[in-house]
């Protein structure tokens, strides 16, 4: 673990002209923009042209909440930039620090986005296996990150996982199953864990909502009841942002990660 943990410390995801894409994405920044020119015109117009000074206020109003939350997501996209404020690459780091693995076998990667996470992995242990979405996107920054060889990207459904009972060593996901409307987030952990072999490892990370996930201390229970080992639930709004503040002002102050051995 400590000697995965000074190899992740020397990574620098990015540095080759990577594109991991960011959580905020710019087309929230177009919108919020957009209104606020849409707001601000409209003011204008308001007060010079149609000589109405409530409904042009109303637009004043309007246009300095839009300006607000474009600092507010402005500033969120620059703390999750890589080669910015990094908090994503510090969440994947939490995540991978935590899971008991050697790099030996092969690692799934459930729901890997650009396969940032993915990519870290290989560069931690080389070598293994992952599977994601995004094919094209993942295996242009593998192979510039110089890891093309030993990451695989295949499209799949969490849901129902393409792969037979136990075939893997290890199995993370981070931020993704947040995102799967009307499914039951305890089953689809164990749809995950499904695919992961006897005595492998996993390292899971959401926003974990209770009204989403509903009670995560007794599911962790039931993996123990299971026969999983090692199961545990760590507060990663406060290991990997700080603090829950902080990481509620970036949209994720319910973050756990779920940790344990098959």
Same mark, same amino acid.
């Given at each position: 673990m400590q000697d995965s943990n000074s190899r992740q410390a020397a990574i620098r995801l990015g540095t080759h002209g990577e594109d991991y894409g960011n959580w905020m994405p710019v087309s929230m920044l177009r919108l919020v923009r957009g209104l /606020?020119?849409? =707001?601000?015109?409209?003011?204008?117009? @308001?007060? $010079?042209v149609f000589r109405l000074t409530v409904l042009g206020v109303i637009f004043v109003i309007a246009a300095a909440i839009f300006l607000v939350l474009?600092?507010? #997501? =402005?500033? #969120?996209?620059? *703390?999750?930039?890589?080669?910015? !404020?990094?908090?994503? +690459?510090?969440?994947?780091? $939490? #995540? /991978?620090?935590?899971l008991d693995y050697d790099g030996k076998g092969t690692l799934l990667d459930v729901g890997c986005g650009s396969g940032a996470l993915t990519i870290r992995a290989a560069l931690t242990w080389r070598s293994g296996a992952a599977y994601?979405? !995004? *094919?094209?996107?993942?295996?242009?920054?593998?192979?510039? +990150?110089?890891?093309?060889? *030993?990451?695989? %990207?295949?499209? !799949?459904?969490?849901?129902? /996982?393409? %792969?037979p009972d136990e @075939?893997?060593?290890?199995?993370?996901?981070?931020?993704?199953?947040?995102? #799967? $409307? !009307?499914?039951?987030?305890? +089953?689809?952990?164990? +749809? =995950?864990?499904?695919? /992961?072999?006897?005595?492998?490892? %996993?390292?899971?990370?959401?926003?974990?909502?209770?009204?989403m996930y509903g009670d995560m201390e007794a599911f962790a229970q039931r993996l123990r009841d299971m026969g999983y080992q090692e199961v545990r639930l760590i507060d990663t709004a406060k290991e990997a942002f700080g603090s829950r503040r902080r990481a509620a002002l970036m949209m994720l102050g319910d973050s756990r990660l779920l940790v344990g051995r098959k």
């Open positions: /606020l020119a849409l =707001t601000v015109v409209l003011a204008v117009l @308001s007060f $010079t474009l600092g507010w #997501i =402005t500033w #969120i996209r620059r *703390q999750y930039a890589f080669g910015g !404020g990094g908090m994503m +690459e510090r969440v994947h780091h $939490t #995540i /991978l620090s935590h994601g979405y !995004g *094919q094209a996107m993942c295996e242009k920054n593998a192979a510039s +990150e110089g890891v093309g060889s *030993q990451c695989t %990207f295949q499209h !799949g459904d969490a849901n129902r /996982l393409d %792969f @075939s893997f060593d290890a199995v993370v996901s981070n931020y993704v199953y947040h995102n #799967i $409307t !009307g499914a039951d987030k305890h +089953e689809l952990l164990l +749809e =995950t864990l499904r695919v /992961l072999k006897k005595g492998g490892v %996993f390292a899971l990370n959401d926003e974990m909502k209770p009204r």
